[in-house]
């Protein structure tokens, strides 16, 4: 099930809500790409997405805010932050708990943020987002196991056909900033 927070705006003018000025241009087919999918597309890739990682039980997704994801990931997690994807796996302990795998929350102004960096449409990091938001659901946690989480991701957006994933981006952004810099020659 898809929900859509009441206070976010699905389709600001720009793919930014911080009132920075916008690196994409104005032009009809890049704003497209940064318009918030329908409730309709995203349930029907959640559905896939799910089947795809084997995890049983109704999901909700809740397209949300930066400051209610700061907000649940203070809470929770204790760090005063937004984030981009939370995951809440339902209490297997809890009446009925068989028939619920579990919440997500994503942040629509952080994903439309990557999905410019990233250089694809909202449509997809929202995507990618569900699909690892599922795997922590599922009980994977990268930041525990010994890749086993990211090799799973890996083979999911391969058959999903989705772009890297956040895993992967850390990796990446982790050997670029380990990569030690030329020294400049002395003349």
Do not use: C, W
């Not at 898809?2 to 000025?21: H, M, N, R, V, Y």
């Not at 318009?35 to 809740?62: D, E, I, M, N, W």
């Amino acid at each position: 099930m898809i929900l859509l927070d009441p206070e976010l705006d699905p389709d600001p003018a720009s793919p930014f809500t911080t009132g920075k000025p916008s690196p994409v241009s104005a032009s009809p087919a890049k704003s497209q790409n940064r318009r918030l999918p329908t409730a309709r597309t995203l349930g029907s890739f959640l559905a896939k997405a799910q089947a795809a990682v084997r995890l049983r039980g109704q999901v909700t997704v809740l397209l949300t805010s930066d400051k209610t994801l700061r907000s649940l990931n203070r809470r929770f997690r204790g760090k005063n932050k937004p984030t981009d994807v939370l995951s809440f796996p339902a209490d297997p302990s809890a009446p009925g708990a068989m028939k619920i795998a579990g919440d997500l929350a994503i942040s629509v102004p952080t994903a439309r943020r990557q999905s410019v960096e990233q250089g694809h449409p909202l449509s997809t990091e929202i995507k990618v987002l569900i699909l690892h938001g599922l795997l922590h659901l599922a009980g994977y946690d990268h930041e525990a196991d010994a890749g086993e989480m990211e090799r799973r991701e890996r083979l999911l957006r391969e058959r999903l056909r989705l772009p890297p994933g956040l895993i992967e981006r850390a990796a990446i952004q982790t050997r670029k900033a380990s990569k030690p810099t030329a020294k400049a020659r002395r003349p």
